[in-house]
Nanobody, 126 residues
Framework: QVQLVESGGGLVQTGGSLRLSCAASGRTFSNYAMGWFRQAPGKDRDFVAA????????YYEDAVKGRFTISRDNAKNTVYLQMNSLKPEDTAVYYC??????WGVGLRLLADYDYWGQGTQVTVSS
């Protein structure tokens, strides 16, 4: 089992920045690639970004490329999502999850992730 706890969400104006954190406990965190997803009201939970176990490979959804950066600190058992130039359409609950598939295959698929966190709300005002 891996327990995940997100933090860092909040209310920010358009163009602002937030840094989300996802703290892991339980099984060895560094064994897992990690991903961030988001879910807006009335919509599906969508992929945002993923990072491999060592942190040297990342993958982003097109809408956040160049604005969001995923990173991890295995010594702290934490994965981060730095979000810059935020837009109202980024408003959602953001979730982190541990990826259990093969890196590069199915990174966008919810079914390939286990051990979800409870989510943190990000609201971007216009």
């Amino acid at each position: 089992q891996v327990q995940l706890v997100e933090s860092g969400g909040g209310l920010v104006q358009t163009g602002g920045s937030l840094r989300l954190s996802c703290a892991a406990s339980g099984r060895t965190f560094s064994n897992y690639a990690m991903g961030w997803f988001r879910q807006a009201p009335g919509k599906d939970r969508d992929f945002v970004a993923a990072i491999n176990w060592s942190g040297d490979s990342t993958y982003y959804e097109d809408a956040v490329k160049g604005r969001f950066t995923i990173s991890r600190d295995n010594a702290k058992n934490t994965v981060y999502l730095q979000m810059n130039s935020l837009k109202p359409e980024d408003t959602a609950v953001y979730y982190c999850a541990a990826y259990v598939g093969s890196w590069g295959v199915g990174l966008r698929l919810l079914a390939d992730y286990d051990y979800w966190g409870q989510g943190t709300q990000v609201t971007v005002s216009s």
